[in-house]
């Protein structure tokens, strides 16, 4: 370039508007990861850049009946947050159980030892020698570590590791979920006391201000009818309780901390949210979901799906079936239009399983629809699953000793390109 035409280069440079690339770019520059806080704009979740994204990822249990994230007594934190990274995620939805900050309060505002928590959980003697375990592969831990600060530090390694925060109100009494007769089913039910979830998810909500990866909440997993409560379902299982009940748990989530999204989950154990997709009256009564009911935060809900139709024949049909419970909500043609997840789907983890016509479908249907998802699960096992202590799950993506994939025909066959098309 000759002398001259550089200096009327660099004259247009300081004087013309830069192109919005240019702009875009600087703006990726200067913005800090997660580049938070979220937004939706319809179907689509921008980052505080404008830039789209979306979820791949899976869920991390701990809401069980320690109430301690899965898999410490074989794995550090750093490890099992290494294995989620290698597969390219970009998210994972951690559970917890409202159990735990109703603990909080009884205990004056201190949460509970992990020594007290496996001891309780498993017994002295199991107890003792699970905590000896954690202690032995995560020496930043001690017995009066407190479950929270396992929580801090999970969530502050998937921070270092770049990978979001989803929290999930998985159940409210420790255990796990779901069943219709579990107690935890819906509002009123034995164990799910209204006014303690909505303590639990201001709570949550209120301290993970401090987790730098954390991005987003779903107010419950799951809501289902009560089977062995008929009062309890003939007068609260329905749309209209349910709107109720998500707009108080959103507004007390967006009064404790207004930077996240906030996730709603449909009835029968999270399958389906037709009526709010649609538009059509809530029943029994006559009112419709409006994103005018969450005044200043209408740009923060994001709908979640579950699927488990693991034996369906048909991709097609699972593919209307999907459209039909809610993930219409990504296309012109609903009334009101949200980002959709679906934040469980799972199956065995063998050589087989993931190449039937469930997983197979849902491998190429999510990605297709820029839609996030997260899989049920990481877990190989659990410290206590239904009254059996160190339970193999056999759905886990990990091995018993969360030490290699259960399935590596089904990660290297399907997973790791399933997370490349749903993020690129
Ligand atoms: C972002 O939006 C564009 C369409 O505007 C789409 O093609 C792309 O897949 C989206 N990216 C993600 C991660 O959703
Ligand atoms: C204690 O742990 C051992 C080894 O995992 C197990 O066999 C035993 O059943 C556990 N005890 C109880 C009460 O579950
Ligand atoms: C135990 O670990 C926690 C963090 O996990 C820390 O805050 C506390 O100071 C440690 N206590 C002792 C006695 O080392």
Not at 72 to 100: C, P
């Amino acid at each position: 370039m000759k002398p001259i035409a550089a200096l009327l280069v660099l004259a247009g440079l300081s004087t013309a508007a830069p192109s919005p690339n240019v702009v875009q770019d600087e703006q990726a520059k200067r913005a800090v990861w997660p580049n938070g806080p979220f937004v939706t704009s319809g179907r689509w979740i921008l980052d505080a850049t404008g830039k789209n994204l979306t979820y791949a990822g899976t869920n991390w249990p701990g809401h069980n009946d320690v109430m301690i994230p899965e898999g410490l007594q074989y794995q550090s934190i750093e490890t099992i947050v290494q294995k989620v990274k290698s597969l390219g995620m970009n998210a994972v939805r951690l559970t917890f159980a409202i159990q735990m900050i109703d603990e909080i309060y009884s205990n004056g505002g201190q949460d509970i030892t992990i020594q007290r928590a496996f001891v309780q959980a498993l017994g002295q003697a199991n107890g003792t020698r699970v905590l000896n375990q954690v202690l032995a592969k995560n020496p930043r831990f001690n017995a009066s570590t407190t479950r929270l600060q396992v929580f801090d530090a999970v969530a502050e390694e998937l921070a270092k590791q770049q990978i979001y925060v989803h929290l999930d109100n998985h159940i409210s009494k420790g255990m796990w979920c779901c069943s219709g007769t579990d107690g935890n089913t819906w509002w009123g039910d034995t164990y799910f006391s209204t006014a303690n979830w909505v303590r639990g998810l201001s709570y949550m909500a209120e301290h993970g201000k401090s987790w730098r990866a954390l991005v987003s909440i779903g107010l419950r997993n799951e809501p289902r009818e009560p089977t062995n409560n008929q009062a309890l379902s003939r007068s609260a299982y329905n749309w209209q309780s349910w709107y109720g009940y998500m707009r108080q748990g959103a507004d007390a989530v967006h009064k404790s901390n207004p930077d996240l999204l906030i996730f709603l989950s449909g009835m029968n154990y999270d399958t389906t949210l037709t009526p709010v997709v649609q538009g059509t009256a809530l029943t029994p009564g006559s009112g419709r979901f409006s994103f005018g009911d969450f005044p200043g935060y209408a740009n923060k809900l994001v709908l979640e799906l579950h699927n488990y139709e693991n034996s369906i024949g048909n991709c097609n049909t699972l593919q209307n079936n999907l459209y039909r419970n809610g993930f219409q909500a990504l296309t012109s043609s609903a009334t009101n239009k949200f980002p959709v997840m679906m934040t469980e789907f799972g199956f065995q983890m063998d050589d087989r399983t993931w190449r039937g016509v469930y997983a197979s479908c849902l491998a190429s249907y999510l990605p297709a629809q820029k839609a996030g998802w997260f899989i049920w699960v990481l877990s190989g096992s659990y410290y206590i699953r239904s009254g059996t202590q160190d339970f193999e799950e056999s759905w886990g993506l990990l091995n018993h000793d969360w030490s290699a994939w259960r399935s590596p025909s089904y990660v290297n066959g399907a997973l790791l390109g399933m997370v490349k098309n749903t993020l690129s």
